[in-house]
């Protein structure tokens, strides 16, 4: 029998990342993990956000869990700022052990951005179509994938000090830009896109979200990010309540 983990990262640095309802989106995925006969690991510890955000340490997830005598087959890390329908399907079963992600959708600004600057930057003027940029916010991945986040890390190690000028200068992403020109580059034969429903994203600019949440009616994951008003934790307690509390 496979086993199967989810990963979360649940780390609050500032006063800006207090009250997010970041525990709205742990239980809903707790209660996905036991209807899954999954293992949700939960990541909490601080770590020095002069050198890397926190969203960087997905990079590091395998070493993680393999430090901490975990085992797993196939790995699903989500953002704190996510809910998972209580109904949705197995999306180990989706794989097909490959590395899944879900288009991003909406922001093409930042997104063309993002692209055009990291290619100009760091990758050598390398490029691909927008279409294939997906969020990363929920990646499905297995062991195979050791390598391939080793690359990221070390290309991390060699271009920090790059990457944290170019977001500061040019408003572009954090490790989302990263990951999606290695996929792009080095494991597009291995990559799977999953369909919308699994990570509903820009709900606010999609006009999908609104006080009678019927966007819940649709979809197994629902993304509050994007700086959705008046924060995530109010859309997180609202969502979870509404699925959950009955």
């Known amino acids: 029998m496979s086993k199967n983990v989810i990963f979360m990262i649940n780390i609050?640095?500032?006063?800006?990342?207090?009250?997010?309802?970041?525990?709205?989106?742990?239980?809903?995925?707790?209660?996905y993990a036991e209807t899954n006969s999954c293992e949700l690991f939960v990541l909490n510890q601080h770590i020095d956000s002069e050198?890397?955000?926190?969203?960087?340490?997905k990079m590091y997830i395998l070493d993680i869990l393999d430090s901490n005598n975990i085992d797993y087959d196939q790995v699903l890390y989500v953002?704190?700022?996510?809910?998972?329908k209580p109904d949705a399907p197995n999306i180990f079963d989706l794989s097909e052990n490959k590395f899944c992600a879900v288009a991003n959708y909406g922001d093409y600004d930042w997104v063309l951005r993002s692209i055009e600057n990291y290619s100009k930057e760091l990758f050598d003027n390398y490029s691909f179509p927008y279409y294939k940029y997906f969020n990363s916010g929920?990646?499905?991945?297995?062991?195979?994938?050791?390598?391939?986040?080793?690359q990221i890390q070390n290309f991390y190690e060699s271009n920090h000090s790059?990457?944290?000028?170019?977001?500061?200068?040019?408003?572009v992403g954090n490790d989302q830009p990263v990951f999606n020109f290695f996929v792009n580059k080095y494991l597009y034969e291995d990559f799977k896109l999953l369909g919308y429903?699994?990570?509903?994203?820009?709900?606010?600019?999609?006009?999908?979200?609104?006080?009678?949440?019927?966007?819940?009616?649709?979809?197994y994951i629902y993304h509050f990010n994007c700086g959705i008003k008046p924060n995530p934790g109010v859309w997180l307690e609202k969502t979870y309540n509404k699925l959950?509390?009955?």
């Open 138 to 150: 929920v990646l499905l991945f297995n062991k195979t994938h050791k390598e391939f986040f080793k």
């Open 12 to 31: 609050v640095q500032d006063e800006r990342s207090k009250n997010q309802g970041y525990e709205f989106s742990i239980n809903s995925w707790k209660r």
């Open 197 to 219: 429903e699994w990570n509903m994203q820009d709900l606010n600019r999609s006009e999908l979200i609104g006080d009678d949440l019927l966007f819940t009616k649709y979809g």
């Open 79 to 84: 953002d704190s700022d996510t809910i998972i």
């Open 162 to 171: 790059k990457i944290l000028w170019m977001q500061k200068n040019y408003g």
């Open 51 to 57: 050198y890397m955000k926190p969203q960087w340490i």
């Open 244 to 246: 959950y509390i009955k």
